[in-house]
């Protein structure tokens, strides 16, 4: 999808203030209010918006600890059936498919490093992964974002 500055502002505004509302953005850009609900909507259809909803951290919840994991899983099991088992444990965030030496990436939480190895053994345990791999996030210099994105796919 092609943002232009309008989307930019718009995704700007809310970035800014997720539970603005349509009517206190319109007014805020100096655009009508059916504008902004149109933008909007043609965001969340095209997928550039996928959500409203409040914005959790892992560290406020308990889990201060983040490791990626590389996983080489059992073939036969398909990567389906892994990321089904390893979706019942709620400590893996995020799981994706990758090219190299091993077959999918974790992004995996704990209380503490010694409560990371029990994470560990639970994606072990599912019997869908052969080995793994980890690596401790020691500090995070730039956190999950896509605003600087939407600023540029606008031309900002």
């Given at each position: 999808?092609?943002?232009?500055?309008?989307?930019?502002?718009?995704?700007?505004?809310?970035?800014?203030?997720?539970?603005?509302?349509?009517?206190?953005?319109?007014?805020?850009?100096?655009?009508?209010?059916?504008?902004?609900?149109?933008?909007?909507?043609?965001?969340?259809?095209?997928?550039?918006?996928?959500?409203?909803?409040?914005?959790?951290?892992?560290?406020?919840?308990?889990?201060?600890?983040?490791?990626?994991?590389?996983?080489?899983?059992?073939?036969?099991?398909?990567?389906?059936?892994?990321?089904?088992?390893?979706?019942?444990?709620?400590?893996?965030?995020?799981?994706?498919?990758?090219?190299?030496?091993?077959?999918?990436?974790?992004?995996?939480?704990?209380?503490?490093?010694?409560?990371?190895?029990?994470?560990?053994?639970?994606?072990?345990?599912?019997?869908?992964?052969?080995?793994?791999?980890?690596l401790v996030?020691?500090?995070?210099?730039?956190?999950?974002?896509?605003?600087?994105?939407?600023?540029?796919a606008a031309?900002?």
């Amino acid at each position: 999808m092609r943002l232009d500055s309008l989307d930019g502002r718009i995704l700007e505004a809310f970035s800014g203030d997720p539970r603005m509302s349509v009517l206190e953005a319109s007014r805020e850009l100096g655009v009508a209010r059916a504008t902004v609900q149109a933008r909007l909507d043609r965001m969340r259809r095209e997928r550039v918006v996928t959500g409203w909803g409040p914005h959790l951290s892992a560290e406020g919840l308990g889990f201060p600890v983040r490791a990626y994991c590389s996983l080489v899983i059992h073939q036969d099991a398909g990567h389906d059936a892994v990321a089904e088992a390893l979706a019942a444990i709620p400590e893996v965030l995020e799981l994706h498919t990758v090219s190299g030496e091993s077959d999918l990436l974790a992004c995996v939480v704990a209380r503490s490093n010694a409560d990371l190895q029990r994470v560990l053994d639970a994606v072990i345990s599912t019997g869908t992964v052969l080995r793994s791999s980890s690596l401790v996030v020691l500090n995070t210099p730039i956190p999950l974002r896509a605003l600087p994105l939407a600023r540029a796919a606008a031309g900002h």
